[in-house]
């Protein structure tokens, strides 16, 4: 049996290398060709193409797999828009819940194909993305094994503590504050909750939920196994018309569409982009008896993950005139207020929510209502410093280099086309780097122009919810996303416009 399967994948890797070889005659040829109508963007869509087109043939003889991963261009919006018919996924989940585990992702899930299917998948992923994007996702979804083995070390002696807690509050009735909570330093790693929301009722029905438990490894592994792939193509063979995948699953959620011409290239979109990790920061392994062969926390530990990013927000931030800086901070309660929470006894909530206060909404985010109820500036982008500008820079960056080096470009242009930045923030110091922290900024194009689709919208969150808290390393938890409204309705920018937009 080993020595079957070894050979399928010597096959499978010759098959791949073979592909590889293809493409790269393929790029020869039109270079020897002189096509001045060649541009990166068209060979790299060509590559994605083939590349979708292999991984579909693969399930071609598969029919529940085959209506898994295959999708008309046309569903595009429906999936982005609504809730994917799948278990768990009530009417009020936001169209990204799988990217918060809330319920299981569109497309095919690669957990659970066959190995050749995998690796076809993940070949797709890595036609896709930059290589750093690809490697970025990757780690992403290996750090649900950490995860898992974190939550299982916290979960008993965090039990204990919390019903301790639970107790003094109902002999003295008297409220414990989040910093109570997160500084009982009876236990060094506390596995807490938080903020919660039912997918069965409404968003209304909001609690939190301090004795959580932690997903574990039983509810790791079932996230694994969620990771899914959805491609978009009007035939299996991809070779004509709009293509697009979206890749989806706890802390991710890639959308790609193309449009095209034929096979000619028109345009991109390559958002909405949600990115997440916990930890962010691997720290040290509490046990000396843990060893390489029985820890994935001992091989992983002093590893960072998207703590660039939230670096390059805290920078952004402090840049900032003080006095603009303090009318756009949001009050916790008031932001709490906003997204329908009330906190309970025995613990109060003193950060932002556990998930997105806006970009995760079920329509298309209304940040303009926001900024205009809550807390707010606004400055034209020649009025900030040359560390803010960079700074903000630095955070576009951090989601346009997941995308091919072209796309990455294109949302780079798309920004330097705004002149206007408004934003809103809440939490804690921004110089302690594991204080809780949640920003909304939009950059917006000149607004005589007529042409909002390069509008920009970031929703950030760095949490010390639903993770393993430690002392000083408070909020290890990050929740990020990219929208361009020029993206929002996939279908109706590809139809409304022919021009290219990364």
């Known amino acids: 049996m080993a020595a079957t399967r070894r050979g399928e994948w010597r096959r499978l890797v010759a098959l791949i290398m073979m592909v590889l070889?293809?493409?790269?005659?393929?790029?020869?040829?039109?270079?020897?060709?002189?096509?001045?109508?060649?541009?990166?963007?068209?060979?790299?869509?060509?590559?994605?193409?083939?590349?979708?087109?292999?991984?579909?043939?693969?399930?071609?003889?598969d029919q529940r797999e085959l209506d898994l991963l295959l999708h008309d261009p046309a569903d595009a919006d429906q999936v982005r828009r609504g809730p994917p018919p799948a278990d768990g996924c009530g009417v009020f989940t936001p169209r990204f819940g799988a990217a918060l585990a809330w319920c299981r992702a569109w497309g095919l899930p690669l957990a659970t194909a066959t190995p050749k299917v995998q690796a076809a998948l993940f070949h797709v992923l890595e036609k896709a993305l930059s290589p750093g994007g690809y490697q970025t996702v990757l780690a992403i979804m290996n750090r649900q094994r950490l995860l898992a083995e974190q939550e299982d070390f916290a979960k008993p002696t965090s039990e204990t503590w919390i019903n301790d807690i639970d107790a003094q509050y109902n002999s003295t009735n008297q409220l414990v504050d989040l910093a109570d909570v997160t500084l009982y330093t009876n236990v060094s790693h506390r596995l807490i909750g938080g903020t919660f929301t039912s997918n069965t009722s409404s968003f209304e029905d909001n609690r939190l939920q301090w004795q959580w438990g932690g997903a574990g490894l039983d509810g790791r592994v079932n996230q694994w196994e969620d990771y899914a792939l959805a491609l978009?193509?009007?035939?299996?063979?991809?070779?004509?018309?709009?293509?697009?995948?979206?890749?989806?699953?706890?802390?991710?959620?890639?959308?790609?569409?193309?449009?095209?011409?034929?096979?000619?290239?028109?345009?991109?979109?390559?958002t909405p982009l949600f990115l997440g990790a916990a930890p962010m920061l691997v720290t040290p392994v509490p046990d000396d008896t843990m060893t390489y062969a029985s820890s994935t926390w001992l091989w992983k530990q002093g590893q960072t993950l998207l703590t660039n990013l939230a670096a390059a927000v805290r920078e952004f931030l402090l840049a900032l005139p003080a006095e603009k800086r303090e009318a756009a901070i949001i009050p916790v309660a008031e932001l709490l207020a906003a997204d329908g929470i009330s906190t309970v006894p025995p613990m109060n909530l003193t950060s932002p929510p556990s998930w997105m206060v806006v970009s995760l909404t079920k329509e298309a985010p209304n940040s303009t209502l926001f900024f205009a109820s809550h807390p707010s500036m606004t400055l034209q982008r020649s009025d900030l410093s040359i560390v803010a500008q960079y700074r903000l820079g630095q955070l576009l960056s951090a989601f346009a280099d997941i995308h091919d080096n072209e796309i990455a470009a294109g949302l780079r242009a798309s920004f330097a086309n705004t002149t206007e930045i408004t934003l809103s923030f809440s939490g804690g110091a921004l110089d302690d780097p594991w204080s809780p922290q949640w920003l909304l900024v939009q950059a917006s194009p000149p607004k005589a122009s007529g042409d909002d689709d390069d509008t920009l919208l970031v929703e950030f969150l760095q949490t010390e919810q639903f993770q393993v808290s430690e002392d000083g390393v408070m909020a290890n938890h990050v929740h990020a996303m990219l929208r361009r409204k020029g993206d929002d309705d996939v279908m109706h920018a590809h139809h409304a416009a022919s021009h290219t937009h990364g």
């Open 232 to 270: 978009f193509g009007s035939s299996p063979s991809f070779d004509d018309g709009d293509i697009g995948l979206r890749f989806e699953g706890h802390h991710v959620s890639v959308n790609i569409f193309v449009k095209r011409d034929g096979t000619k290239y028109e345009g991109v979109h390559a």
């Open 21 to 61: 070889l293809v493409q790269v005659v393929v790029v020869e040829t039109r270079r020897d060709a002189d096509d001045p109508n060649v541009a990166a963007l068209q060979l790299w869509a060509d590559d994605l193409a083939r590349a979708m087109a292999a991984a579909t043939s693969l399930v071609a003889n």
